[in-house]
């Protein structure tokens, strides 16, 4: 069957929500490059796993590109200078998170010159050993530029040693207000071929399917004409429906394949990479370039002059605002900051915060696009039920996390919820039915998280006792030894001492008798 009956005959016509995506004019316009602001702040943690550890002292003098902090863990990644400059603090900045506290972070003074350290560059990637692209990759601190920022590396190597056959490239970009991935693909589709044909190699996988949205027509021939050359490399255009670009929908869009509750993209012979960190891959491996800069979409009813912006890592969200025009009306009328999308994204206090690998937008929205309103009680429609393209129960489930019968939503379904926040849009009450989820899920890890505190101290109280009652067994052992060994002395003793007497009357007798 064609692919779009394979697709209806797998999902139907009911999963999901189809909002406005609000896309253009943004993703029409030619992308902007931002001029070096006065101070870069770059956070440690920036990626999913452990933070970096500063690789670098106040005061030093870096180059752009330079390492100024490295990886702690096996899902780490790296960070460099965006540009060259002074360290002039390693300090507490406001995370870009809806908490508004604070994380470590590095900030740097540039110094004008923009002066790249040496790169580790290759003519040819595919002469490289597998592994050696894993390694490259992670030195580079590429990360996933979806959004997630999972260390790229990590699921680089692990495809490998899972012998993954497929490798899937997200290329949907179904978040409305985005089109950072659309404009890259329009304007750097051979690059980014070129990235996955190295992420092929990299991997072991046959064959790369391309997903891309139908409502991105100029991406798809962008990318169609760039891969026309390789066999392994499809462009797969999917409907225009949200979440199409969450992992396991996309994967079961393009394959068939379904991934198992519980379970990873790798157990059915699948990886996911977004098609923007396609293109992070080859510059860090064809040119040996880190990850310094992305591309972000500035967009919104409040911003004045919406597109895509290429802005180095670290530059403050109030900078880029300035740069691409500013707010209308002096930001009156803004009734929501977001970093990411709306769907998905991360509402934040203030625009004093930098961009980070994962930042793929940059939303100003005004009263009407928020439609803001206290949430009603729930009405029991079923719509929530409808949209989840998870087929799960949103309304049953939230209301077993009201009561905290956490073990119950669980049964519902809790872990297969990829937040993507379907059945929020579509809730005519209005309930942040996506709040309760994580909050949930934030609940069952802080328990899983305390009993292992438990068991961990529990066992460590156990082995204190084993450890006290072996010494005093040791001990008890080894006083009876002593004891055992002191009284052989003894009775050795006594019998040498009645020996020795024994021999002296012996021989006074044969003294006598001689004479």
């Not at 409808?386 to 009561?403: F, H, Q, T, Y």
Request: glycine share 10%; charged share 20%; net charge neutral.
């Amino acid at each position: 069957m064609g692919f779009m009956k394979h697709f209806k005959h797998l999902f139907g016509n009911d999963w999901g929500v189809h909002p406005e995506d609000h896309k253009r004019p943004a993703a029409d316009q030619p992308v902007r490059v931002m001029p070096l602001p006065a101070r870069l702040y770059l956070p440690l943690q920036q990626h999913l796993g452990g933070p970096a550890r500063p690789a670098v002292l106040v005061g030093q003098q870096v180059k752009k590109g330079e390492l100024i902090a490295e990886a702690q863990g096996a899902v780490s990644a790296p960070i460099h200078a965006p540009t060259s400059g002074t360290i002039v603090a390693v300090t507490e900045i406001t995370a870009p998170h809806p908490s508004g506290l604070s994380l470590p972070a590095i900030i740097i003074e540039p110094d004008g010159l923009d002066e790249w350290t040496e790169l580790n560059a290759c003519a040819d990637p595919f002469a490289l050993d597998p592994a050696d692209i894993g390694k490259r990759v992670a030195a580079a601190g590429v990360v996933g530029l979806g959004g997630a920022a999972f260390p790229a590396a990590v699921k680089l190597s692990g495809a490998k040693r899972s012998s993954v056959t497929t490798l899937v490239m997200n290329g949907g970009e179904c978040e409305p207000y985005l089109s950072c991935d659309d404009r890259q693909m329009r304007d750097s589709a051979a690059g980014i071929v070129d990235g996955i044909r190295i992420m092929l190699h990299a991997t072991g996988a046959a064959k790369a399917l391309v997903g891309i949205e139908d409502n991105k027509p100029e991406a798809i021939a962008a990318m169609r004409a760039a891969a026309a050359s390789f066999s392994n490399v499809e462009i797969c255009p999917v409907p225009a429906r949200y979440p199409m670009g969450s992992e396991k929908q996309l994967i079961q869009a393009l394959t068939g394949k379904e991934v198992p509750a519980d379970g990873l993209a790798f157990d059915i012979g699948v990886l996911v990479h977004n098609v923007g960190t396609a293109l992070a891959v080859r510059a860090a491996i064809r040119e040996g370039k880190p990850l310094i800069s992305r591309l972000v979409t500035v967009n919104g009813q409040c911003m004045a002059n919406p597109g895509n912006i290429e802005v180095r890592i670290g530059t403050l969200a109030e900078e880029v605002i300035a740069f691409a025009g500013g707010l209308k009306g002096e930001g009156l009328g803004l009734a929501r900051r977001v970093m990411g999308g709306p769907m998905m994204g991360m509402q934040i206090p203030h625009w004093r915060v930098p961009v980070v690998k994962g930042t793929s937008g940059i939303l100003a929205f005004d009263a009407a696009e928020v439609a803001a309103q206290a949430p009603d009680p729930c009405i029991r429609c079923g719509s929530c039920v409808k949209a989840c393209p998870m087929g799960l129960l949103p309304l049953e489930m939230s209301a077993r996390i009201r009561v905290e019968a956490y073990d119950e939503a669980i049964g519902l379904g809790l872990k297969d919820c990829i937040a993507c926040g379907c059945c929020a849009y579509v809730c005519p009450s209005k309930i942040p039915l996506v709040q309760y989820f994580v909050h949930a899920k934030g609940e069952l890890a802080a328990q899983g998280r305390a009993k292992l505190r438990n068991d961990a101290t529990k066992k460590l109280a156990q082995q204190r006792q084993d450890r006290l009652a072996r010494e005093a067994r040791e001990k008890a052992e080894a006083a009876a030894k002593r004891k055992a060994e002191r009284e052989a002395a003894a009775a050795a003793k006594a019998a040498a001492e009645a020996s020795g007497q024994t021999q002296g009357q012996t021989q006074g007798q044969t003294q006598g008798e001689a004479a």
